[in-house]
């Protein structure tokens, strides 16, 4: 009797690539890292995540004077509370013990306000920069106009998977994101993903970027609890396939941010080389000095009252906002100056701009950590801080 076992794919992270030189190098005055998402143009190719512990007005207007983007959480405890300075507080001071329990409650107790998800844009807003806001598939029919009527300059669905197949005995519950999206008056993004097939559906619907990315966040635990995920670099690439092969055939470039799983300014680099457009990045930016977490860090799913996943993680306060945007570094561990960081990997590469960037050859690598390096990883430093 003979069988044909499941084949299995090998997929690797962003820690097991290297960028491999090209044969030029270029002054850092020729290097171009600013990028295009939703019609806004982003000097940094940076996103903080829609998270309670990394966005709220004022995160967003340091990153947005940056020329980087903050996406703001309509769901969470900014659009919750007249004073989300008190529940964050909680949130930071509670025990480990009764961290779920608690955010379960904050998150249960107080409904979304209207007001307050017009409240928070305008806050946005007049700081002079571009509002960008998420909400999950369950709610964005509703908060998606009050958004835009608001002066949100991009709205972003997502949810840990998305998929533009949802099935559901009620199909009342279904979200239209063709429809949704053409509905819209201002541009709609959507994510996450990780494969080719589902990717190239959702260029599809008239989206104008998608975020890839399952479960390789530093707070996340859906890998554990759920067993899905797909590392990054492979995702990345794989995603990347769909977006060149839809360009060919549709003539629409539509941007990929590559989300999550990135710790340094080195992660960065290598996502882009390995195609994305952008970065969304939760922990780094939740170490800011200014960061709404308090120097800790967690899920959107946390609070699920079901099944909580994501855990809150201690990420400490290592600098301010605009020392980990654009310097001057005062470490070695490419926590800092994530500008000066992209701009120098270009011109090291011979890479002038995002596009070029994307031609870089990127190589398989498990030992780019650990070539060399015994003495940081035995004293804990650099690369092993």
Request: hydrophobic share 40%.
């Amino acid at each position: 009797m003979s069988y044909t076992p499941k084949p299995l794919k090998r997929a690797y992270g962003l820690n097991e690539i290297a960028l491999v030189p090209s044969n030029k190098t270029i002054d850092l005055d020729m290097v171009d890292i600013r990028t295009t998402i939703g019609g806004v143009t982003l000097d940094i190719p940076i996103i903080a995540s829609a998270m309670d512990s990394v966005v709220d007005p004022k995160t967003a207007g340091v990153l947005g004077q940056h020329g980087a983007l903050g996406i703001l959480n309509l769901e969470g405890v900014q659009t919750r509370y007249d004073n989300p300075d008190e529940i964050l507080d909680k949130i930071a001071s509670v025990p480990k013990a009764d961290y779920v329990s608690l955010m379960q409650d904050i998150y249960k107790k107080n409904a979304v306000r209207d007001d307050l998800v017009e409240q928070r844009i305008q806050e946005i807003k007049a700081k002079n920069i571009p509002a960008a806001v998420s909400s999950t598939p369950q709610n964005a029919a509703h908060l998606g106009p009050i958004a835009a009527e608001a002066g949100a300059d991009l709205f972003l669905i997502q949810s840990t998977v998305i998929s533009p197949n949802f099935h559901a005995k009620d199909e009342g519950k279904a979200l239209d994101l063709t429809q949704f999206c053409s509905d819209m008056t201002i541009p709609v993004l959507v994510g996450n993903t990780t494969t080719y097939e589902v990717t190239y559906e959702l260029l599809k619907t008239g989206t104008q970027g998608i975020f890839v990315g399952i479960g390789p966040g530093a707070a996340c635990t859906t890998r554990g609890v759920l067993g899905i995920g797909v590392p990054m670099a492979t995702s990345i690439i794989d995603c990347v396939a769909a977006r060149d092969d839809y360009k060919r055939e549709t003539g629409r470039y539509v941007p990929l941010i590559a989300d999550g799983g990135i710790v340094n300014s080195g992660d960065i680099c290598k996502a882009l080389a390995c195609g994305a457009d952008a970065v969304m990045i939760g922990s780094p930016i939740a170490r800011a000095e200014e960061a709404p977490g308090r120097g800790f860090h967690w899920g959107m799913a946390t609070p699920n009252a079901v099944l909580p996943r994501g855990a809150r993680i201690e990420v400490g306060q290592v600098a301010s906002l605009d020392t980990i945007m654009i310097g001057p570094s005062h470490s070695d561990d490419g926590s800092q100056n994530f500008r000066g960081a992209i701009e120098t990997c270009f011109a090291t590469l011979g890479a002038e701009t995002m596009k070029e960037m994307h031609e870089i050859e990127v190589v398989i690598a498990p030992s780019l950590l650990t070539e060399g390096k015994i003495y940081q990883k035995a004293q804990s430093l650099g690369m092993y801080k």
